[in-house]
């Protein structure tokens, strides 16, 4: 049993930065395919951008120049750093990790879960 827990999210302007991390209990986070996704009020849950277990890394469309996800082995944490904010980056974003050894977008292919971190973006 992986536990995750996300930190970091709040309220800022559009154009601004913010950055979230997701601490995980096991130490043998290396191992996993770590992920972060987003959810909207009303909306499916959005697959943001996944770093596997090599350091590869997928961000999506949306986010691709202004979000970068990175992994940290040693703290056993992953961090999103998110520049350039808009309105429509306004979520519940959290983090997850799966055993995926190639780019997984899916939510259901990921095994746990953290309960996410609010970030709201005013216009």
């Known amino acids: 049993q992986v536990r995750l827990v996300e930190s970091g999210g709040g309220l800022v302007q559009a154009g601004g930065s913010l950055r979230l991390s997701c601490a995980a209990s096991?130490?043998?986070?290396?191992?996993?395919?770590m992920a972060w996704f987003r959810q909207a009020p009303g909306k499916e849950r959005e697959f943001v951008a996944v770093?596997?277990?090599?350091?590869?890394?997928l961000h999506a469309d949306s986010v691709k120049g202004r979000f970068t996800i990175f992994r940290d082995n040693v703290k056993n944490a992953v961090t999103l750093q998110m520049n350039s904010l808009k309105p429509e980056d306004t979520a519940v974003y959290l983090c997850?990790?799966?055993?995926?050894?190639?780019?997984?977008?899916?939510?259901?292919?990921?095994?746990?879960w953290g309960q996410g971190t609010q970030v709201t973006v005013s216009s």
């Open positions: 770093i596997q277990s090599s350091g590869s890394k």
């Open positions: 096991t130490s043998t986070l290396s191992t996993y395919a």
């Open positions: 997850a990790a799966g055993r995926s050894t190639v780019f997984d977008t899916r939510a259901r292919q990921y095994d746990y």
